[in-house]
Structure formats: C-alpha cells, structure tokens
C-alpha cells in the first residue's frame, strides 16, 4: 500500500473549501481530502490496532463514514482532521463490525493509496507491529474514555481542544481525562511486574500541543 501525504502550498484549497465542494457532491473534491489526509488517519489506526491491514481497511471505513455523513453541520475551521480522527476512534473500537458493514463496497474499491514505510522489510513491519501490540496491552488497562483522549492527544498528534472536538466534549473534561489517563499509565508502568520497559515515547511521556 502506498500513503501519498502531499505539503499544501499558498495556492491549494483549504479544507474547508474542499469539504464545502465535497459537501455539495464533488468527488474529486473529497478525494483531494482523502489524499491529504489519510497518512494522520492510516497511522492513527495502526496505533489503535497494532495492525498494518486493518489500518488500512479502516482508513477507508473512516472516508466512507465521513463522505456518508457528509450533510452534517459543520464545525468551526480547522476541526476537519479531528472530526476524521473522532471517526477513527470509534470505527476502530468497532472494527470487526466496521469492515463487515462496508465489506461489499471496500470489495469493489481500488487499494487505498496510503504512503507509509514502503520500504521497510515485511520483518520490520512485523516487529513494529509486536511491539505495537506490547504497548497496547498497557494502554488497554486505561478506562476507555482516557484512552480516547490519550490517543488523540499523543498519537493523533492533536490539542485537547481538538480532542475535545472529536469526542464532542468540553474542552475541561477533556483535559481533566488526559491528566488522569497520564497518571494511570504513570501507576501501570511502575507497577508492571513482567520485568519489561515499555516504549513510554508512545503512549505518554510528553504533554498536549495546546492551540495558540
């Protein structure tokens, strides 16, 4: 599979104007979305299942969801990404049911293009996707509403009031929900018994961007 992740210049269109064109039924708008943004999509799914393949089926799961729900009111500008990220969360909480519900019309696409890692080793990939795995059985120990706001704020890379927009929440809950979940994985990693460091860097160690 291959993400392509294109840097915008002065002269593209911003999201907003592509979604307001997608919106009103322009495909090659919405594909634009889809080409720049499916890389933050792709990597936020593989870290919430620990697997390449399924990142990718769920990549497209979470375009088909958002081009489905397109009519839906829009946000304040900038809060595209989030909202794909919020998507992200949940189909991949349901990704079994998630495929299943799209499998006929994910058969009938092309391959989604996703640029990631092409060229490391199946070996490598394996080995991301173990250790993947191995912070995971941590991160799964948080309650399930810290591990939402956790993984959009350090792995989605977004501010928690992004995070607050994607999980449709205030901007203090989620905040009070991200303290909490950094001192519950604080307790886990200290308490781990099996002898092993867990990779910190991934799953917690630094705090929110915040917006300016």
């Not at 088909?64 to 397109?70: S, V």
């Not at 019309?105 to 990939?125: F, H, M, N, T």
């Not at 993947?132 to 941590?138: D, G, H, N, S, Y």
Request: one cysteine or more; glycine letters at 6%.
């Amino acid at each position: 599979m291959s993400v392509v992740e294109h840097g915008m210049t002065a002269h593209d269109p911003s999201d907003e104007q592509l979604w307001t064109r997608a919106r009103l039924g322009d495909p090659a708008a919405f594909g634009d979305l889809f080409t720049r943004h499916a890389g933050t999509v792709y990597s936020f799914c593989f870290r919430l299942t620990a697997s390449w393949h399924t990142a990718e089926d769920l990549t497209t799961v979470v375009f088909l969801e958002a081009w489905r729900r397109r009519h839906e009111p829009n946000g304040k500008p900038g809060t595209l990404v989030p909202w794909l990220l919020g998507i992200a969360s949940h189909v991949a909480r349901h990704s079994t049911r998630a495929v299943r519900r799209h499998r006929k019309l994910l058969a009938k696409l092309p391959p989604a293009v996703i640029e990631s890692d092409q060229g490391a080793s199946q070996a490598a990939r394996a080995e991301t996707e173990k250790q993947m795995k191995e912070i995971l059985q941590v991160f799964r120990r948080l309650p399930h509403r810290e591990q939402e706001v956790l993984a959009l704020c350090v792995w989605g890379e977004r501010t928690t009031a992004e995070a607050a927009i994607a999980l449709g929440i205030p901007v203090g809950t989620a905040r009070s929900r991200l303290a909490r979940a950094h001192e519950h994985l604080r307790r886990l990693m200290e308490n781990s018994h099996n002898g092993r460091a867990h990779p910190r860097p991934a799953v917690s160690a630094r705090p929110p961007r915040e917006a300016t």
